[in-house]
């Protein structure tokens, strides 16, 4: 069965970095859209980043642009999210998304992604 695996998240002070990885297995997601989405406490999931299946096209949300570099390994059915600069308002559950319905360009809304990992938990303290 299909299932997406997040990890990497962890605790670190404001300015550090983590990179996070979400390993899909059951079948491959190198011809469609990926995607990252975060939860903080007591917030709605929101839209962090996604890429297009050749990893040429990318989109983030404004709130993490210039800080985050979304890419990602075909050959390993893999996604990555490099994250610097990490702010207290980074802190939340970090969810990885794939679609099977879409392969161009990016997609910011979750109804479009067909399967979700289930989450790593990112902390930044100040």
């Known amino acids: 069965h299909v299932q997406l695996v997040e990890s990497g998240g962890g605790l670190v002070q404001a300015g550090g970095s983590l990179r996070l990885s979400c390993a899909a297995s059951?079948?491959?997601?190198?011809?469609?859209?990926m995607g990252w989405f975060r939860q903080g406490p007591g917030k709605e999931r929101e839209f962090v980043a996604s890429?297009?299946?050749?990893?040429?096209?990318?989109d983030y949300a404004d709130s993490v642009k210039g800080r985050f570099t979304i890419s990602r390994d075909n050959a390993k059915n893999t996604q990555y999210l490099q994250m610097n600069n990490l702010k207290p308002e980074d802190t939340g559950v970090y969810y990885c998304?794939?679609?099977?319905?879409?392969?161009?360009?990016?997609?910011?809304?979750?109804?479009?992604?067909?399967?979700w990992g289930q989450g790593t938990q990112v902390t930044v303290s100040s």
């Open positions: 998304a794939g679609s099977v319905r879409y392969s161009s360009g990016f997609i910011r809304s979750q109804p479009m992604y067909d399967y």
């Open positions: 890429v297009a299946w050749s990893g040429d096209s990318t």
């Open positions: 059951g079948r491959t997601f190198s011809r469609y859209v």
